[in-house]
Structure formats: C-alpha cells, structure tokens
C-alpha cells in the first residue's frame, strides 16, 4: 500500500494483520454494536464475523533527501504479555530493505509515542542484547512522553522501555523533540494528546496536497462514527476524546488523506461528516 502527497511517497510495511475482540483494545466496539449504521466498515475494516481488523504497519517517507520510518511496530522476540504481540519472528527487516529502506540507510525514526507496538524495531536481539536497528539514524521521541514514560512504574511502560527505548538512548541516537516539531519541510510532528500525554500524530504537505498520519489517536475507522468509544490504554479518556473530535473535524472539513497507523485501508482514505459524527470514504 503507498500513498502519494505531491512529491511525497509513503510507502507501508506491514509486521501483522489480525482481527480482534473488543477487550484487545475497544470495549465498545462489540459485534452488536457494529451491528447498525456500520455498513461502511465493509469488508476492509471488519471480518465476516464482525471482530475488528487491526493492522501493525511501518510507514516509510522520503522527503528531502531523508529516509524516515514513522513508527518502528512490535519488533522481533519482545517479550509482551499480549500473545498476538509475543516474541515474534517475522521478516520486517527483509521487508523495509525491499523496500529501499535498509536498515544502515534509514536517517531519521519517528516514535508517534512510547508503546510497545510503536517502537518495538528501535532495537534488536543480538547476542542477547539490545542494540539500534538504525545505527544512522536520529531517533525523534517527543521530549514530554519520554518524560512521562520514564515516571511509569507498571510493567506495560517499564519493560518498552527497557529494552526499545534504552538502548537507542545509551547509543546516543534520540533527539528530544517538541510535541510540535518540522522534520523536513514537507513532514511535521503535531501535539494529538490523550491516548499519551506525548502523542504526536504527523502532517505531510507537498504540492499543494495533505496528509495525516494518525498515529493512535485512532485505533479503528469505528472511533470516526464513535469518538466517544475509548481505547483500553488511552491515559486520558477525555482528552482522547477531545483531541479525536478536533482531528476529525480538521481532516474532514480540509479534505485531508488520512493514513491510519492500525488501519487495514486497502486504499487512500478521506474522512466526511455522517449522520452527527464521520466516516470513512475509500477513495
Ligand atoms: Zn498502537
């Protein structure tokens, strides 16, 4: 899957496409209640028995000479207590290098935010320890997250951090960065705050065109119909909310692509006003 905004190509590497139940991350979004008012989420964002499609994806952007990797997915033998997410073996560093992003090559790693299935290639196990995927490269994490991420005591922060973060800090390869940050001309980190304190979501103009990416503001196109349905790992409920609410408007009233970082869009999407929330048109 690839996008074009003017002369920017994002392409997507994919680590894992899954269904899932509505305790994974969406308790709302339960079968019945995708039941009604849901015919748009045919056939690409549902399955045939109504559980949701969740998609893990690295986006990959040349822009201005800079190769530049927006969010690093789960990573190979992380041990997560999320079994779909467990010690995987999957050929991502294959993947990115086929498509043109060797991992010496890559200039610049965006971390939307500090959860495990955003930054899990920032490293990888050799000879048992963790060590820099993208030995080149700057590693961009938003200056407040890495703050709040360090300040975490349970598990779920602690261990990310321990074994995707840490390692490209003791490398010397993280730019703290503002929560609003120009990485290139053309790309732009833009504060989206709620599922994390940092979270950044990323905005690509060129040519005149625009494009979001989502990070998680929004796990799944359902949250454009129910912005009010929370993510299970939003720190802020309603601030989440909130900050969805704002980028749907934007999105939809500036006729802006939007690239959902967990969305299994088989095509370009753009999101319209729907019967007093959104959805999403596939192009
Ligand atoms: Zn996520």
Not at 117 to 139: C, L, Q, S
Not at 269 to 276: A, E, L, Q, R, T
Request: charged content about 25%; proline content about 5%; aromatic content about 10%.
């Amino acid at each position: 899957m690839n996008w074009n905004i003017g002369d920017v190509l994002v392409k997507s590497v994919i680590e894992l496409d899954i269904s899932v139940d509505p305790d994974f991350s969406l308790p709302d979004a339960t079968a019945k209640n995708l039941s009604s008012d849901f015919d748009w989420l045919k056939p690409y964002f549902v399955d045939q028995d109504g559980r949701l499609k969740f998609r893990v994806q690295a986006l990959l952007i040349e822009s201005y000479g800079q190769k530049i990797i927006i969010d690093t997915c789960i990573g190979n033998d992380k041990k997560r207590a999320e079994p779909a997410f467990n010690e995987l073996n999957g050929f991502f560093l294959e993947d990115i290098t086929k498509a043109g992003f060797s991992r010496h090559d890559v200039n610049i790693v965006v971390c939307t935010h500090l959860h495990y299935d955003h930054v899990g290639w920032n490293t990888m196990k050799v000879h048992g320890e963790w060590i820099p995927t993208f030995p080149n490269a700057r590693y961009l994490m938003a200056e407040s997250e890495v703050k709040y991420c360090k300040e975490q005591e349970d598990d779920f922060w602690v261990k990310t951090f321990g074994d995707s973060v840490a390692p490209v800090f003791k490398a010397g390869l993280v730019d703290l960065v503002d929560c609003n940050y120009q990485i290139t001309p053309e790309i732009r980190l833009f504060h989206t705050p709620g599922h994390t304190p940092g979270h950044c979501s990323v905005a690509i103009t060129s040519q005149g065109k625009n494009a979001v990416i989502t990070g998680d503001v929004m796990h799944h196109p359902c949250q454009c119909a129910h912005p009010d349905w929370l993510c299970t790992a939003d720190t802020s409920p309603e601030q989440a909310e909130a900050t969805r609410r704002a980028f749907l408007e934007k999105v939809s009233e500036q006729n802006i692509l939007v690239i959902g970082t967990h969305w299994s869009a088989p095509k370009p999407v753009k999101i319209s006003k729907h019967n007093m929330a959104w959805k999403v048109d596939i192009a």
